[in-house]
């Protein structure tokens, strides 16, 4: 069965720390991997995504995530979060088709410690 | 990158009576869109999916005759929730791809209902 699992619910950073967020899949085939983030009340907005080449994927707002096969894994990182990095975060895994579900995981709260 | 815009942001209304939600693709054209609803700290659960010319595809679960998917337009999804109760308040999410062979999903800025 197709799933992403996020294991930390909630994960409080100080200001100025570097961060990890954990994502793990199961998927049948070769998956296309995402991470969203979403502000309270908001949409979501694509950080980065992956889909073949570098397994080292470089994003918006200094994110980046690293694809292990082996692992099952695609971790999200950052080197030093900022207040503004406040969000829910959403791994999601999908095929590549324009036409095909994205299955989201349950999300990892992020607060900043000031 | 590509724009989709959902209308209303937020809406208020009465039990029994229905709402309907906008998803707009705004520079591009989509054949097929998605709906999503999230229940408050909650992730994303797939309603439909809503095909251009064509009737929507509904997850299993989901009441096709209380939420009614029209996607007229290729630049055009609607939502309605029909007889809406308390119990249909969430927030509710489109997105949609540019097109064949790109998976990468644009989302628009999401609906608050608020059922009363």
């Known amino acids: 069965a197709q799933s992403v699992t996020q294991p930390d619910i909630h994960i409080t950073v100080s200001e100025g720390a570097s961060l990890e967020l954990r994502c793990n899949y199961s998927y049948g085939a070769t998956p296309y991997l995402f991470w969203y983030v979403q502000s309270p009340g908001q949409g979501l907005q694509l950080l980065l995504k992956y889909f073949s080449g570098d397994t080292l994927v470089q994003g918006i707002k200094g994110f980046e995530a690293e694809f292990k096969r082996s692992q099952s894994s695609f971790n999200l990182r950052k080197p030093s979060v900022h207040w503004s990095d406040a969000a829910e975060y959403f791994c999601?895994?999908?095929?590549?088709?324009?036409?095909?579900?994205?299955?989201f995981g349950s999300g990892t709260r992020l607060s900043i410690r000031p | 990158g590509a724009v989709v815009s959902q209308h209303p942001s937020r809406v208020i209304c009465k039990s029994g009576t229905s709402v309907k939600i906008e998803c707009r693709s705004l520079d591009f054209q989509a054949t097929t869109m998605f709906w999503y609803r999230q229940f408050p700290k909650q992730s994303l659960m797939l309603m439909a999916t809503?095909?251009?010319?064509?009737?929507?595809?509904?997850e299993q679960g989901v009441e096709k005759d209380k939420f009614l998917i029209n996607h007229a337009s290729l630049t055009l999804s609607t939502l309605t929730v029909t007889s809406a109760h308390p119990e249909d308040s969430s927030f509710y999410i489109c997105?949609?791809?540019?097109?064949?062979?790109?998976?990468?999903?644009?989302f628009g800025q999401g609906t608050r209902l608020t059922v009363v």
């Open positions: 997105s949609a791809h540019l097109g064949a062979g790109n998976t990468e999903a644009f």
């Open positions: 809503s095909n251009e010319g064509s009737k929507a595809t509904y």
């Open positions: 999601a895994v999908g095929p590549y088709s324009s036409a095909s579900k994205i299955i």
